[in-house]
């Protein structure tokens, strides 16, 4: 019986040291994957430079500057090979590039308070990222690492430098990949020949990407002269190289609309550097798709792309598996968060998308939006963007995801691509005025020594006069009780409900509300008034319906 026991031991010893084992191997593995080393340099000496102050509140290295507009907006010049303008990028708007990191880290700790956890993470983004950097070409990869230079080190528990920097250029791809939430849920169109009033191309986009209201505060209008390839503006944020919005000097503008994607099972080139190629190196259509049909991609993304060589738009849709075009063969198209192509348009996947997302609700608005303006011009255009209603002009609440504008854009952008203007919304949103930007003049600057405005003051659009509003004002007070509610503070229900009484979404949160405080009687009727008004996705729809099946239950 004593050997027996023995034997026993002997065997759970055997299999729990193997266990160990594994684990601590598997704990290797992920910290040598995780490990990402920077690309070598064979020319530093541009670490040596530094920044200086020759007017106040211009900050230049050589012919390259960085500023804050008289608007809000920041502008920052760079040129040079890849490495140069990342450290140039890094040493002028280096405030920013460490406040971007704080805000987004404030994020991810409210979300992962535990340190521990948050340490042990970063192995397994760094596995889900192992091949990040065999899909990043070396330029882009070079000039990341110039800019993360200048980033925070109190963040070394995270990664390294360069590792985060590089890292969150995918950011934006997993998070869509994996909320499938539409926080990112875009609109964008174009007109041409008889759609605009001058018959030349227009383009106008909201760029609703929300991750708290500091992720937006810092915008940066970026103009970059790279030493190959076209001069470009984007519209970015501090130590973000990729590309969201933008327009080269060949008239060619890139934006992105997130898809519906699957969970990705591992990393490729993320969707912002794909775009940011795209506006680079291509002159025209053509070029465009060669270059996003070169790049595997681990989400599915729409991109408008709208070419004053050929005086027309059309849209790129790529998926991790698969690329289409969507040409309308009109003199407009239209572009929400769902496919339109005859390949990728009849997915499953993209069924799914237009049965139980907003996209589509929105599509045909813009689509009455543009039928109901006549000849298109950049102002209609903002008009458009700025639209809060429904269809038919109905009333249904200030921020519904199914409005052109849900009042969460991180910034608009109209493009005028023949003439190279750009106009850039200004806070709030896309309430505040278009600043216009010729990218003509801005590149035949050639450095700076005096702090002037650069944006083209005749142009500008003026602000939105809703915000002189009641209205607005009772928005703003709605988003008050709404993070009064998120940071489960006591909240009026009924007052909040007041601010915005058509929106399904206020009466869904007075319902959640007080099912928490178990008041499941008083919860009901709230819940029941949600299911009246437009209702954004089918996954809102359920969880109302679901809430208010265990109320009932809960009463009985």
Same mark, same amino acid.
């Given at each position: 019986?004593?050997?027996?026991?023995?034997?026993?031991?002997?065997?759970?010893?055997?299999?729990?040291?193997?266990?160990?084992?594994?684990?601590?191997?598997?704990?290797?593995?992920?910290?040598?994957?995780?490990?990402? #080393?920077?690309?070598?340099?064979?020319?530093?000496?541009?670490?040596?430079?530094?920044?200086?102050?020759?007017?106040?509140?211009?900050?230049?290295?050589?012919?390259?500057?960085?500023?804050?507009?008289?608007?809000?907006?920041?502008?920052?010049?760079?040129? %040079?090979?890849?490495?140069?303008?990342?450290?140039?990028?890094?040493?002028?708007? !280096?405030?920013?590039?460490?406040?971007?990191?704080?805000?987004?880290?404030?994020?991810?700790?409210?979300?992962? *308070?535990?340190?521990?956890?948050?340490?042990?993470?970063?192995?397994?983004?760094?596995?889900?990222?192992?091949?990040?950097?065999?899909?990043?070409?070396?330029?882009?990869?070079?000039?990341?690492?110039?800019?993360?230079?200048?980033?925070?080190?109190?963040?070394?528990?995270?990664?390294?430098?360069?590792?985060?920097?590089?890292? &969150?250029?995918?950011?934006?791809?997993?998070?869509?990949?994996?909320?499938?939430?539409?926080?990112? +849920?875009?609109?964008?169109?174009?007109?041409?020949?008889?759609?605009?009033?001058?018959?030349?191309?227009?383009? +106008?986009?909201?760029?609703?990407?929300?991750?708290?209201?500091?992720?937006?505060?810092?915008?940066?209008?970026?103009?970059?002269? *790279?030493?190959?390839?076209?001069?470009?503006?984007?519209?970015?944020?501090? +130590?973000?190289?990729?590309?969201?919005?933008?327009?080269?000097?060949?008239?060619?503008?890139?934006?992105?609309?997130?898809?519906?994607?699957?969970? *990705?099972? %591992?990393?490729?080139?993320?969707?912002?550097?794909?775009?940011?190629?795209?506006?680079?190196?291509?002159?025209?259509?053509?070029?465009?798709?060669?270059?996003?049909?070169?790049? !595997?991609?681990?989400?599915?993304?729409?991109? =408008?792309?709208?070419?004053?060589?050929?005086?027309?738009?059309?849209?790129?849709?790529?998926?991790?598996?698969?690329?289409?075009?969507?040409?309308?063969?009109?003199?407009?198209?239209?572009?929400?968060?769902?496919?339109?192509? !005859?390949?990728?348009?009849?997915?499953?996947?993209?069924?799914?998308?237009?049965?139980?997302?907003?996209? *589509? &609700?929105?599509?045909?608005?813009?689509?009455? =939006?543009?039928?109901?303006?006549?000849?298109?011009?950049?102002?209609?255009?903002?008009?458009? @963007?700025? #639209?809060?209603?429904?269809?038919?002009?109905?009333?249904?609440?200030?921020?519904?995801?199914?409005?052109?504008?849900? @009042?969460?854009?991180?910034?608009?952008?109209?493009?005028?691509?023949?003439?190279? @203007?750009?106009?850039?919304?200004?806070?709030?949103?896309?309430?505040?005025?278009?600043?216009?930007?010729?990218?003509? !003049?801005?590149?035949?600057?050639? %450095?700076?020594?005096?702090?002037?405005?650069?944006?083209?003051?005749?142009?500008?659009?003026?602000?939105?006069?809703?915000?002189?509003?009641?209205?607005?004002?009772?928005?703003?007070?709605?988003?008050?009780?709404?993070?009064?509610?998120? #940071?489960?503070?006591?909240?009026?229900?009924?007052?909040?409900?007041?601010?915005?009484?058509?929106?399904?979404?206020?009466?869904?949160?007075?319902?959640?509300?007080?099912?928490?405080?178990?008041?499941?009687?008083?919860?009901?009727?709230?819940?029941?008034?949600? @299911?009246?008004?437009?209702?954004?996705?089918?996954?809102?729809?359920?969880?109302?319906?679901?809430?208010?099946?265990?109320?009932?239950?809960?009463?009985?």
């Amino acid at each position: 019986m004593m050997l027996k026991r023995k034997k026993f031991w002997r065997r759970v010893l055997y299999v729990l040291g193997t266990f160990v084992l594994l684990l601590v191997a598997g704990f290797i593995y992920l910290v040598i994957v995780s490990k990402v #080393d920077p690309p070598k340099i064979q020319d530093t000496s541009t670490e040596k430079l530094q920044r200086a102050e020759p007017s106040p509140g211009l900050y230049t290295i050589n012919n390259n500057w960085f500023r804050k507009s008289n608007s809000g907006l920041y502008e920052l010049y760079v040129e %040079g090979n890849a490495f140069e303008r990342g450290v140039i990028n890094g040493k002028l708007a !280096k405030e920013l590039i460490v406040r971007q990191e704080d805000n987004f880290t404030e994020q991810i700790a409210r979300m992962i *308070p535990s340190r521990a956890y948050l340490h042990t993470l970063k192995y397994f983004i760094g596995w889900f990222n192992r091949h990040l950097t065999s899909n990043v070409t070396e330029e882009y990869k070079e000039e990341i690492y110039g800019i993360s230079e200048s980033a925070s080190n109190q963040y070394d528990y995270i990664g390294t430098n360069y590792q985060r920097i590089l890292n &969150y250029h995918a950011a934006h791809d997993i998070g869509h990949a994996l909320q499938n939430m539409m926080l990112v +849920g875009c609109t964008s169109f174009a007109t041409w020949n008889g759609h605009s009033a001058d018959s030349n191309l227009i383009v +106008g986009r909201n760029f609703d990407f929300y991750v708290g209201d500091k992720f937006a505060e810092d915008k940066i209008v970026m103009f970059v002269n *790279p030493k190959e390839g076209h001069k470009f503006m984007s519209v970015t944020w501090g +130590g973000f190289i990729g590309v969201v919005s933008g327009m080269n000097d060949q008239g060619l503008t890139v934006t992105i609309n997130a898809a519906k994607s699957s969970i *990705p099972s %591992g990393s490729a080139t993320p969707v912002s550097l794909v775009a940011r190629e795209v506006l680079q190196y291509a002159g025209n259509i053509q070029e465009a798709i060669a270059i996003a049909r070169r790049r !595997k991609m681990f989400v599915s993304e729409s991109f =408008l792309v709208a070419s004053a060589a050929d005086n027309k738009a059309i849209v790129i849709e790529k998926t991790p598996d698969s690329l289409d075009i969507y040409d309308p063969n009109k003199d407009y198209i239209l572009c929400a968060n769902h496919f339109q192509s !005859k390949g990728l348009g009849q997915s499953e996947s993209n069924k799914e998308q237009m049965q139980e997302s907003a996209s *589509p &609700y929105r599509y045909e608005r813009l689509t009455e =939006l543009l039928n109901a303006n006549g000849k298109n011009t950049p102002e209609k255009t903002v008009r458009i @963007l700025r #639209d809060r209603e429904g269809l038919h002009n109905a009333n249904i609440g200030m921020g519904n995801e199914k409005a052109i504008n849900q @009042l969460i854009a991180h910034h608009s952008i109209v493009f005028e691509p023949k003439k190279r @203007l750009v106009w850039v919304s200004t806070a709030p949103w896309q309430l505040g005025k278009f600043v216009a930007y010729d990218l003509n !003049k801005i590149f035949a600057l050639h %450095g700076m020594q005096q702090n002037r405005e650069v944006s083209d003051t005749s142009l500008t659009i003026a602000a939105d006069t809703f915000l002189q509003t009641k209205a607005f004002h009772d928005f703003e007070l709605f988003r008050q009780f709404k993070q009064r509610i998120a #940071d489960k503070q006591t909240v009026d229900i009924d007052s909040m409900v007041a601010t915005n009484p058509e929106y399904y979404h206020a009466y869904e949160l007075a319902g959640d509300y007080l099912f928490k405080q178990k008041q499941y009687a008083k919860a009901i009727p709230y819940y029941e008034k949600a @299911l009246t008004k437009v209702i954004a996705t089918k996954k809102e729809e359920d969880h109302v319906r679901t809430q208010l099946t265990k109320c009932k239950e809960k009463q009985n």
